[in-house]
């Protein structure tokens, strides 16, 4: 991007797959009333600036299939009007912050200005591969509440199939995708307090832990993929009061016990499961159950009974009866 770049009007830049690379464009400072900002599937590497945080207005942030680097910065917390942020397909390391409850992610959702819904999908299904970045979700912004008459289209990945949104989509879509990077550490239990968010991805990372009971506050979720990571313990029973859930992913992690049977949970089968030895019970065909009869002692024969056994020690030698209490020497 040029460095005489200045559009300080400028509310959405799109300039995604395209072969732009090194580190993000400071020039972009210069744009403070940017509502959406994608740059993905270029090749921008380095760090996530900090100074994104200082684009006050950003409602979508969406910088997946780059090859961005080292951890995800605590300023980004300070872009507190985002709903919309994919990170996904990067190398990025480190933890999750546990200050990103202080962004909006649908918490501030008013409904005044929706109107007119528009919804729809498409059921064709789809892998998310970590390389290349495949399967999106297609939204339109017809910018009623944001001065503008254009259609701009947005890309986000959920629920493993094609949607289409058109209103509102501060109103309509709130979601995170942190998926395909090299993040570690514990889920943040603060998560728990984005009671907006419809959508979350943390698939394909280093995560350890349990998940947070704080996840039964996301009333609202309607996927939750937490696959191929190294979790552990139990899936949290209150997990139950996410009635709107309609993907869930734990795949190839180190869960253990009773996987939850009620609610939406009844309706997902084992390839939500899979690769975790450890859970058990009917929708994965494991049996919970530890009762297992010990195997019978083996039998002495009588004529084994019988048997003297030779001792020798040193010179001297000891005949033991293997089933009385005395012995002979001589």
């Not at 945080?53 to 995800?72: K, T």
């Not at 300023?75 to 990103?100: A, K, T």
């Not at 289409?164 to 995708?177: E, P, Q, T």
Request: glycine share 8%.
């Amino acid at each position: 991007m040029p460095s005489c770049f200045n559009a300080s009007s400028l509310r959405f830049l799109f300039l995604q797959k395209n072969s732009l690379n090194g580190s993000i464009p400071h020039v972009l400072l210069r744009s403070p009333n940017l509502l959406a900002l994608d740059l993905t599937d270029n090749s921008f590497s380095g760090n996530i600036p900090s100074w994104i945080s200082q684009l006050s207005q950003l409602r979508v942030l969406l910088l997946g299939g780059n090859e961005l680097h080292g951890s995800i910065p605590n300023q980004l917390c300070e872009s507190r009007n985002v709903s919309i942020m994919d990170l996904s397909s990067n190398l990025l390391s480190g933890s999750i912050p546990s200050c990103f409850n202080n962004i909006s992610f649908g918490n501030n959702i008013s409904f005044r200005m929706m109107g007119v819904n528009y919804f729809y999908s498409m059921n064709e299904p789809f892998e998310i591969l970590c390389a290349p970045r495949v399967g999106t979700i297609y939204q339109y912004l017809p910018c009623v509440s944001w001065d503008s008459s254009e259609y701009v289209e947005v890309e986000f990945a959920m629920k493993y199939r094609y949607n289409s949104y058109r209103g509102d989509i501060i109103n309509l879509m709130a979601g995170i995708d942190l998926s395909c990077n090299e993040l570690s550490g514990r889920i943040p239990q603060e998560i728990g307090d984005l009671h907006g968010i419809r959508s979350l991805n943390l698939s394909n990372n280093h995560l350890t832990g349990s998940i947070p009971v704080s996840f039964s506050n996301l009333r609202n979720l309607e996927s939750l993929d937490l696959g191929n990571n190294s979790l552990n313990g139990e899936i949290p029973s209150e997990l139950v009061m996410l009635t709107f859930l309609e993907t869930f992913n734990v795949s190839y992690n180190n869960f253990s016990g009773r996987v939850l049977d009620k609610g939406q949970f009844g309706t997902f089968d084992e390839n939500s499961y899979k690769g975790n030895p450890c859970l058990c019970g009917p929708l994965i065909h494991r049996s919970c159950s530890t009762d297992e009869t010990p195997p019978p002692s083996p039998s002495i024969d009588v004529e084994e009974k019988m048997k003297v056994v030779l001792i020798w020690c040193g010179s001297i030698g000891v005949s033991v009866h293997p089933t009385q209490q005395f012995y002979w020497c001589w």
